[in-house]
């Protein structure tokens, strides 16, 4: 199984500041399509998770700008350009490209400094 | 617009079966493939088991194999996750979650949970 490591586990964040969290992958997830299913979701606590990210960098329909997210193989990121409070926080990855089983990265508990 | 809804969950002892629910809308049932995904008290997300569109093809996560099944009704838009020889390690909010819109590799909709608690 591919296994998603994500760092930082924790990020204390400044509103109005940027922020990054980092996804690595134990293989490549660029499939046999050419396509890399690598997805990024945020939960807010108390809530079910939503999707935010497909395939490396499509944002989901209604998500801001804000968000964007970037990478290639085996190595991804995330970014938030201006942290908002509704950004709190956790922020999981996934990849799709070696199902089954989808995997998840260990989660990012995003908070307000 | 899309609604997952859950249900089912509940307090089971060990070795006891449970079934869970997930009722859909807003969109055609009959043409997306559907996941189960739990997440234990303040865990991460675990994968559990898919079903195709048609429901011909189904796969599971190891840690569940043998022992949950999933299974669909077009009739009734209506997902299910039926679980037996439960265990304490089950304990988790169970979420159905619909394959992206986009034929991506991805889950673009998620429901509200349902809780599944074993324990004697």
């Known amino acids: 199984d591919v296994v998603m490591t994500q760092s930082p586990l924790s990020l204390p964040v400044t509103l109005g500041q940027p922020a990054s969290i980092s996804c690595r992958s134990s293989q490549s997830l660029v499939a046999s399509d050419g396509s890399t299913y690598l997805n990024w979701f945020h939960q807010r606590p108390g809530q079910s998770p939503r999707r935010l990210i497909y395939k490396v960098s499509n944002r989901e329909s209604g998500v801001p700008e804000r968000f964007s997210g970037t990478g290639s193989g085996t190595d991804f990121t995330l970014k938030i350009s201006s942290v908002e409070a509704e950004d709190v926080g956790v922020y999981y990855c996934m990849q799709g490209t070696h199902w089954p089983p989808f995997t998840f990265g260990p989660g990012t508990k995003v908070d307000i400094k | 617009q899309v609604q997952l809804v859950e249900s089912g969950g509940g307090v089971v002892q060990p070795g006891r079966s449970l079934r869970l629910s997930c009722a859909a809308s807003g969109f055609t049932f009959s043409n997306f493939g559907l996941h189960w995904v739990r997440q234990a008290p303040g865990k991460g997300l675990e994968w559990v088991a898919a079903i195709s569109y048609d429901g011909d093809e189904k796969y599971y996560g190891d840690s569940v194999k043998g022992r949950f099944a999933i299974s669909r009704d077009t009739s009734k838009n209506t997902l299910y996750l039926q679980m037996s020889s439960l265990r304490e390690e089950d304990t988790a909010m169970y979420y159905c979650?619909?394959?992206?819109?986009?034929?991506?590799?991805?889950?673009?909709?998620w429901g509200q949970g349902t809780l599944v608690i074993v324990s004697s």
């Open positions: 979650a619909k394959d992206s819109k986009y034929g991506d590799l991805g889950f673009d909709y």
